[in-house]
């Protein structure tokens, strides 16, 4: 049974940084590509950010490029997300998902974790 399990997310006032993370049990995450997703009230979820797993390649939204960085710690089964000069449309809930590829999401979700970006 896969597990992620996502930490780090909370209020922050804009310009400011967090860092999630989302932590894979019952599976090796280092097989697998990874991806981070958000979800805005009322909107669809959409990608933010994704990790290969052959190389590490990565790819990310065009609304954070620049800003945002996704990367992964294979010997803990974890993968990050780095976010740097926060804006308030970044407020959203933020899942971790294991297995997809860019243009589709995997099986497996996170929980799910809130950043709310508001001075």
């Known amino acids: 049974q896969v597990q992620l399990v996502e930490s780090g997310g909370g209020l922050v006032h804009p310009g400011g940084s967090l860092r999630l993370s989302c932590a894979a049990s019952g599976s090796r995450n280092s097989i697998y590509p990874m991806g981070w997703y958000r979800q805005a009230g009322g909107k669809q979820r959409e990608l933010v950010a994704h990790?290969?797993?052959?190389?590490?390649?990565?790819t990310y939204a065009s609304s954070v490029k620049g800003r945002f960085t996704i990367s992964r710690d294979n010997g803990k089964n974890t993968v990050y997300l780095q976010m740097n000069s926060l804006k308030p449309e970044d407020t959203a809930v933020y899942y971790c998902n294991l297995g997809g590829t860019m243009l589709a999401p995997g099986y497996y979700w996170g929980q799910g974790i809130q950043v709310t970006v508001s001075s």
């Open positions: 990790i290969s797993t052959i190389g590490g390649s990565t």
